[in-house]
């Protein structure tokens, strides 16, 4: 059953208003008309608020049609435990020399039943006749009945009790209330507790699901205000920590079966295995319960401090549905002579005779002989006399000692504040007024040490400092199960130290060794990043591989990294690597068929040189102009030397050099023709009757030319050299996985005008051989000046477009190419045709066969 603050906040105006409406002399009578189930005189008393029992049942009477008190069903050995708890407590400091000497404490502690509605009215029946609150009349001197109340073990009858006790300062200490709603002194004013507050516990269930790498999760909560506030907390953080929640769904121990099958079949459907269940140990019980029915098993359980270390829970799990669940719980404690003290129960009998005969009944499952309650068959007559020592159940279980010490350590809050409020040092004094208002102060600035040596104190929301157990169920050899501590939260250490865990195994669902794994989706490796998957979670994505020349080197990358422009990504994608120089080298195919083509050429050229100069006194080659056949062959030689120049790694040397000195030969070997094919001419004409052609063109005249071409193409190279030089140049565009190495132009008007200078020669020297190609075959060699310039051109017309869309090293190769092809042409066509006459035809190279009129004869 629950209640709405709000509507507390009017019952209490309700109640002031009516009370104002009332005689003077009546004192303010409100709250649960029944006696406390337990009480103990003294001087100054507290209050005590605990489930006796987990459930409720509503009567009416037969014959009057009026609804009777509640019916409190199904004992709750834990209520009993904490009620001892508290006895144990007072009586320790009733025992004390120390601590508020020769003051008596007292208590009336009231059951709750499970139910918030009885747990108010207990609150109610506890602050009555609170004069310092209502001053309504000097007749009502009657003090107030209790200056603290501990309990309740939950959140919500907490946030419905200190809503009403708010106002009247009565300072609520609970040992079980965790929710984060709580620490909200506005709403709660008097409200203060001995555990850490939910807070804490959400973020560091969070922490814990990040820390073994679960990203995908499913989630349970109590549907009430400690396990809805609880998982929200927990749902805000896990997003924080890039987890992600399939579902969320909630349960409470009333809901009916349909409900929870509901959550079942979520359980079923759902994908993720690990469920953090933020729940109480009461709904626990419920699920678990229906889990063991389904057999539900393998899913990785992270539990909350309420169920996570409950015994009880452990022995009902015979499927091993929980089995390797990890998850938080209040540090371990021991209170000495705690444990001899509660399972001394007979102490119950001086303060509530029916309560302890019912709790008796229960533990021996036997009846006393006047015992009210229903009989069953062959149910044994108890003595009272019976021994705990063979009971095992839940109240002889102490694994809850530091639920129990957290009771403890509230009642010797509220000691410590009143021994400062009485002034007491060997006595106290025993007139002064006890106002609840100055007692909660003093409560919440009091520091002191327990007899354990721990700590106790509040911060200024009321709660204690965040201290958590992180517990493996381990499964035993005989069936059991064992809460093994394997690490520690503390919220106090800074944010990277808060969670730790020991070496010692951890035992995981269905006993397996291997931590499990629940992801949405697969870690993407380096080399990938995350795409997210349209219309799902952050969690749930795919791994797209990394362009090419980017790198991601660390797991679940977001995005790429661009590699530098010198570098590229590896095969892999995770991590990038320099690029690989290229250039045209010796070592490769190419290059090497390019040189051992330049050696050739030059070999070639030697050879014919040497012919030439071994007949140098025969007609073919006097006839020939000796002086620029040889010139012509020297020229072509540097021109295959210097082709060569283009073959290796860039320098700045060689990118000057091979430009210009290829221009300058080239040249050189084009004025030599032009000057040969000029020559023809000039003999021709010179046979002419009257002629003086050869005056003006002789041996002079000719070596005049050749010097003046090439000197204008040296002209333009130095001008090239001096204004914009080539240099070599990394080329990072035209290829993105490597670098290609070669000699930018530096000016392009300088190489292009290089070119169009050679060009331009090359064009005069074939219209004039053309026009010379119908002299006499005897006489001249125009014929093949004409294809040789044929070849030379055309080679050089088709070098312009291959060289501008050949990429990389090719544009050089291309390059080498047209040089050897021209060197090639004009040596074939030129030189070859009067070496065949030379050595193979010796008979035709004579001045008679060059001079006649006919061809030769064959």
Same mark, same amino acid.
């Given at each position: 059953?629950?209640?709405?603050?709000?509507?507390?906040?009017?019952?209490?105006?309700?109640?002031?208003?009516?009370?104002?409406?009332?005689?003077?002399?009546?004192?303010?009578?409100?709250?649960? #008309?029944?006696? #406390?189930?337990?009480?103990?005189?003294?001087?100054?008393?507290?209050?005590?608020?605990?489930?006796?029992?987990?459930?409720?049942?509503?009567?009416?009477?037969?014959? @009057?049609?009026?609804?009777?008190?509640?019916?409190?069903?199904?004992?709750?050995?834990?209520?009993?435990?904490?009620?001892?708890?508290?006895?144990?407590?007072?009586?320790?400091?009733?025992?004390?020399?120390?601590?508020?000497?020769?003051?008596?404490?007292?208590?009336?502690?009231?059951?709750?039943?499970?139910?918030?509605?009885?747990?108010?009215?207990?609150?109610l029946a506890l602050i009555n006749s609170q004069e310092t609150i209502f001053k309504l009349s000097d007749k009502c001197t009657k003090p107030a009945q209790v200056q603290a109340i501990m309990g309740e073990s939950s959140s919500s009858p907490c946030m419905?009790?200190?809503?009403?006790?708010?106002?009247?300062?009565?300072?609520?200490?609970?040992?079980?209330?965790?929710?984060?709603?709580?620490?909200?002194?506005?709403?709660?004013?008097?409200?203060?507790?001995?555990?850490?507050?939910?807070?804490?516990?959400?973020?560091?269930?969070?922490?814990?699901?990040?820390?073994?790498?679960?990203?995908?999760?499913?989630?349970?909560?109590?549907?009430?205000?400690?396990?809805?506030?609880?998982?929200?907390?927990?749902?805000?953080?896990?997003?924080?920590?890039?987890?992600?929640?399939?579902?969320?769904? *909630?349960?409470?121990?009333?809901?009916?079966?349909?409900?929870?099958?509901?959550?079942?079949?979520?359980?079923?459907?759902?994908?993720?295995?690990?469920?953090?269940?933020?729940?109480?140990?009461?709904? @626990?019980?419920?699920?678990?319960?229906?889990?063991?029915?389904?057999?539900?098993?393998?899913?990785?359980?992270?539990?909350?401090?309420?169920?996570?270390?409950?015994?009880?829970?452990?022995?009902?799990?015979?499927?091993?549905?929980?089995?390797?669940?990890?998850?938080?719980?209040?540090?371990?404690?021991?209170?000495?002579?705690?444990?001899?003290?509660?399972?001394?129960?007979?102490?119950?009998?001086?303060?509530?005779?029916?309560?302890?005969?019912?709790?008796?009944? *229960?533990?021996?499952?036997?009846?006393?002989?006047?015992?009210?309650?229903?009989?069953?068959?062959?149910?044994?007559?108890?003595?009272?006399?019976?021994?705990?020592?063979?009971?095992?159940?839940?109240?002889?279980? @102490?694994?809850?000692?530091?639920?129990?010490?957290?009771?403890?350590?509230?009642?010797?809050?509220?000691?410590?504040?009143?021994?400062?409020?009485?002034?007491?040092?060997?006595?106290?004094?025993?007139?002064?007024?006890?106002?609840?208002?100055?007692?909660?102060?003093?409560?919440?600035?009091?520091?002191?040490?327990?007899?354990?040596?721990?700590?106790?104190?509040?911060?200024?929301?009321?709660?204690?400092?965040?201290?958590?157990?992180?517990?493996?169920?381990?499964?035993?050899?005989?069936?059991?199960?064992?809460?093994?501590?394997?690490?520690?939260?503390?919220?106090?250490?800074?944010?990277?130290?808060?969670?730790?865990?020991?070496?010692?195994?951890?035992?995981?669902?269905?006993?397996?060794?291997?931590?499990?794994?629940?992801?949405?989706?697969?870690?993407?490796? #380096?080399?990938?990043?995350?795409?997210?998957?349209?219309?799902?979670?952050?969690?749930?994505?795919?791994?797209?591989?990394?362009?090419?020349?980017?790198?991601?080197?660390?797991?679940?990358?977001?995005?790429?990294?661009?590699?530098?422009?010198?570098?590229?990504?590896?095969?892999?994608?995770?991590?990038?690597?320099?690029?690989?120089?290229?250039?045209?080298?010796?070592?490769?195919?190419?290059?090497?068929?390019?040189?051992?083509?330049?050696?050739?050429?030059?070999?070639?050229?030697?050879?014919?040189?040497?012919?030439?100069?071994?007949?140098?006194?025969?007609?073919?080659?006097?006839?020939?102009?000796?002086?620029?056949?040889?010139?012509?062959?020297?020229?072509?030689?540097?021109?295959?030397?210097?082709?060569?120049?283009?073959?290796?790694?860039?320098?700045?040397?060689?990118?000057?050099?091979?430009?210009?000195?290829?221009?300058?030969?080239?040249?050189?070997?084009?004025?030599?023709?032009?000057?040969?094919?000029?020559?023809?001419?000039?003999?021709?004409?010179?046979?002419?009757?009257?002629?003086?052609?050869?005056?003006?063109?002789?041996? *002079?005249?000719?070596?005049?030319?050749?010097?003046?071409?090439?000197?204008?193409?040296?002209?333009?190279?130095?001008?090239?050299?001096?204004?914009?030089?080539?240099?070599?140049?990394?080329?990072?565009?035209?290829?993105?996985?490597?670098?290609?190495?070669?000699?930018?132009?530096?000016?392009?008007?300088?190489?292009?005008?290089?070119?169009?200078?050679?060009?331009?020669?090359?064009?005069?020297?074939?219209?004039?051989?053309?026009?010379?190609?119908?002299?006499?075959?005897?006489?001249?060699? *125009?014929?093949?000046?004409?294809?040789?310039?044929?070849?030379?051109?055309?080679?050089?017309?088709?070098?312009?477009?291959?060289?501008?869309?050949?990429?990389?090293?090719?544009?050089?190769?291309?390059?080498?190419?047209?040089?050897?092809?021209?060197?090639?042409?004009?040596?074939?066509?030129?030189?070859?045709?009067?070496?065949?006459?030379?050595?193979?035809?010796?008979?035709?190279?004579?001045?008679?066969?060059?001079?006649?009129?006919?061809?030769?004869?064959?």
């Amino acid at each position: 059953m629950h209640f709405k603050l709000q509507g507390w906040a009017l019952l209490q105006l309700l109640l002031l208003v009516s009370f104002s409406q009332a005689e003077d002399h009546v004192c303010l009578q409100m709250g649960d #008309p029944e006696n #406390p189930q337990l009480s103990k005189d003294g001087d100054i008393i507290l209050g005590g608020i605990f489930s006796f029992h987990r459930s409720w049942i509503n009567r009416r009477d037969t014959y @009057m049609h009026k609804p009777l008190p509640l019916q409190c069903i199904s004992l709750n050995f834990r209520g009993f435990q904490h009620a001892q708890a508290m006895l144990f407590a007072i009586d320790e400091i009733n025992n004390s020399s120390d601590l508020l000497p020769g003051i008596t404490l007292g208590c009336k502690i009231y059951d709750s039943c499970g139910s918030i509605a009885r747990g108010v009215r207990a609150s109610l029946a506890l602050i009555n006749s609170q004069e310092t609150i209502f001053k309504l009349s000097d007749k009502c001197t009657k003090p107030a009945q209790v200056q603290a109340i501990m309990g309740e073990s939950s959140s919500s009858p907490c946030m419905a009790i200190a809503t009403v006790i708010g106002p009247f300062h009565i300072p609520l200490i609970s040992h079980f209330a965790t929710c984060d709603c709580l620490s909200d002194k506005n709403k709660y004013p008097s409200f203060l507790r001995t555990i850490p507050s939910d807070h804490y516990q959400s973020r560091a269930l969070a922490q814990l699901v990040k820390y073994f790498g679960w990203t995908w999760v499913g989630a349970i909560r109590t549907n009430d205000d400690y396990g809805n506030n609880g998982m929200a907390t927990f749902i805000e953080t896990a997003e924080e920590l890039g987890i992600c929640v399939e579902y969320s769904v *909630a349960v409470f121990r009333t809901d009916p079966p349909e409900k929870i099958q509901q959550i079942i079949d979520v359980i079923k459907a759902s994908t993720s295995r690990v469920i953090v269940g933020f729940l109480s140990h009461l709904d @626990m019980d419920v699920l678990l319960i229906e889990l063991s029915q389904h057999n539900l098993t393998g899913y990785q359980w992270v539990g909350s401090e309420a169920w996570i270390f409950e015994s009880h829970i452990a022995a009902m799990d015979v499927h091993h549905i929980l089995d390797g669940a990890v998850g938080l719980s209040i540090p371990k404690a021991h209170v000495t002579g705690m444990k001899e003290y509660i399972l001394g129960v007979k102490q119950l009998n001086s303060s509530s005779k029916e309560l302890f005969r019912e709790l008796w009944e *229960a533990l021996f499952d036997c009846k006393f002989e006047d015992s009210v309650s229903t009989t069953t068959e062959n149910q044994r007559e108890c003595s009272g006399h019976e021994d705990l020592a063979g009971v095992k159940n839940t109240f002889t279980d @102490m694994s809850l000692m530091p639920i129990l010490y957290n009771i403890y350590k509230g009642v010797y809050a509220v000691a410590h504040a009143l021994h400062d409020v009485l002034s007491c040092n060997n006595t106290c004094n025993k007139t002064a007024q006890l106002d609840p208002f100055t007692i909660l102060q003093h409560i919440k600035r009091i520091s002191f040490k327990t007899k354990e040596g721990d700590e106790v104190y509040f911060n200024e929301n009321g709660d204690p400092p965040a201290k958590y157990e992180i517990i493996n169920w381990q499964p035993t050899e005989n069936g059991n199960v064992e809460f093994v501590p394997v690490g520690l939260y503390d919220a106090s250490l800074p944010a990277d130290r808060q969670l730790t865990l020991t070496n010692r195994t951890l035992v995981w669902a269905q006993n397996s060794e291997q931590v499990p794994v629940s992801v949405c989706s697969e870690k993407c490796p #380096p080399g990938t990043r995350k795409v997210l998957q349209k219309g799902k979670p952050v969690c749930c994505y795919d791994c797209l591989r990394c362009a090419d020349g980017e790198i991601s080197n660390s797991t679940d990358s977001i995005s790429c990294v661009r590699c530098h422009s010198e570098f590229w990504s590896n095969e892999r994608r995770d991590a990038c690597i320099k690029k690989k120089e290229e250039f045209l080298s010796y070592e490769e195919m190419m290059g090497a068929l390019l040189t051992a083509a330049s050696l050739l050429g030059t070999c070639l050229t030697a050879v014919v040189m040497f012919i030439f100069f071994r007949y140098r006194r025969t007609p073919i080659v006097r006839a020939n102009n000796s002086e620029l056949s040889f010139l012509l062959l020297f020229s072509l030689t540097l021109c295959f030397l210097c082709s060569l120049t283009f073959i290796g790694r860039p320098s700045g040397w060689s990118c000057m050099l091979r430009h210009t000195a290829f221009g300058i030969t080239f040249v050189l070997c084009i004025s030599c023709v032009l000057g040969k094919t000029m020559v023809v001419l000039m003999v021709f004409r010179a046979t002419l009757p009257g002629s003086k052609a050869m005056k003006w063109f002789g041996p *002079a005249q000719q070596r005049l030319s050749v010097l003046a071409f090439t000197l204008i193409q040296v002209f333009i190279c130095l001008l090239w050299l001096t204004v914009s030089p080539p240099f070599p140049f990394k080329n990072i565009k035209d290829f993105k996985d490597r670098i290609i190495l070669e000699c930018a132009l530096g000016s392009a008007v300088g190489f292009w005008s290089v070119l169009g200078y050679i060009g331009l020669l090359a064009m005069f020297c074939f219209i004039l051989a053309f026009l010379a190609r119908k002299l006499p075959d005897n006489f001249n060699e *125009a014929k093949f000046i004409t294809f040789s310039m044929l070849i030379f051109c055309a080679v050089w017309v088709t070098f312009i477009p291959a060289y501008v869309s050949s990429p990389g090293k090719f544009s050089v190769a291309v390059e080498i190419f047209a040089i050897l092809s021209s060197g090639f042409g004009l040596l074939i066509c030129i030189f070859i045709p009067k070496c065949y006459i030379i050595l193979l035809k010796p008979e035709r190279n004579t001045k008679r066969n060059l001079m006649g009129k006919e061809g030769p004869t064959h």
